[in-house]
């Protein structure tokens, strides 16, 4: 073929009614998932070729286990994340001295993408909301340790304080149970209330600190809204099947998974 000027001048493109163009569909030959030449059909969900193989393990993973077994894996896998976010945060914050709020991001990413895979890719808000807090508990759990740090050294304060007021005991004296310069043993309920406060003063903790440092509190922001975005519900389209070659053949259909 050849560009033959027409009568104006212009070039004119020759439309090809004597010669059928071959062309060889090499985008879609392979599966865009296993990545084998696709036979004779394949599909197309969310523009991503799917062979026959991977459309029917994908309907399988659409349909096979229970919500609740999807909610435990997600769990885990998240919390198996956050660990290791908050591992790594905890350890460059201490490193360093600094307060890497990009960490944050990072951590967000990790535990997201973990809910995610744990999740089967389910999303929707129950899994965005899990990310979300196991997220935030990873950072609030990287101030744990410095807080019972001080709280500990606190406490030594005043009970040296306490043992300096005291007069010297005569010696020999007996000594009354409970009153052997120690404090009593906390009871159960006291424990437990002083774990709540410990746990409610920590999940605050990253708030008071962006009082002081907004870029900070922003920055977790960033990260929670990383772990919020992964597991967004994205509505699976599937199209197909389509003979090799040509387009048009079969319908879409719209799969909701719901739960
Ligand atoms: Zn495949």
Redesign the pocket.
């Known amino acids: 073929m050849s560009d033959t000027p027409s009568a104006d001048g212009s070039p004119a493109h020759e439309l090809q009614f004597d010669q059928v163009e071959y062309v060889e569909p090499a985008a879609l030959a392979a599966?865009?998932?296993?990545?084998?030449p696709?036979r004779d059909v394949y599909y197309e969900v969310n523009g991503t070729s799917?062979?026959?193989?991977?459309?029917e393990?994908l309907q399988q993973t659409l349909t096979s286990g229970s919500a609740a077994g999807r909610f435990a894996r997600a769990t885990v896998y998240g919390s198996l994340a956050g660990l290791a976010g908050a591992a790594i945060y905890y350890g460059v914050r201490e490193a360093t001295n600094i307060e890497f709020g990009l960490i944050a991001v990072v951590v967000g990413l990790m535990i997201g993408k973990a809910v995610k895979t744990g999740s089967n890719a389910r999303g929707g808000w129950l899994y965005q909301g899990l990310a979300i807090f196991l997220t935030y508990t990873a950072i609030v759990v990287t101030y744990i340790p410095p807080l019972v740090t001080a709280i500990r050294a606190q406490a030594d304060k005043e009970k040296a304080a306490a043992k300096e007021k005291q007069p010297a005991k005569p010696a020999g004296a007996a000594e009354a149970p409970g009153d052997a310069g120690a404090l009593p043993p906390p009871t159960l309920r006291e424990f437990l209330l002083a774990v709540a406060f410990l746990v409610g003063f920590a999940y605050a903790l990253p708030v008071m600190v962006g009082f002081q440092s907004p870029m900070a509190l922003l920055i977790v922001g960033f990260g929670l809204y990383e772990a919020w975005i992964i597991n967004r519900k994205v509505p699976l389209v599937i199209n197909g099947p389509y003979q090799l070659g040509q387009r048009g053949a079969g319908g879409a259909v719209h799969v909701d998974p719901a739960g």
Not at 50 to 55: D, E, G, L, P
């Open positions: 599966c865009g998932v296993c990545s084998r696709m799917f062979c026959q193989s991977c459309r393990q």
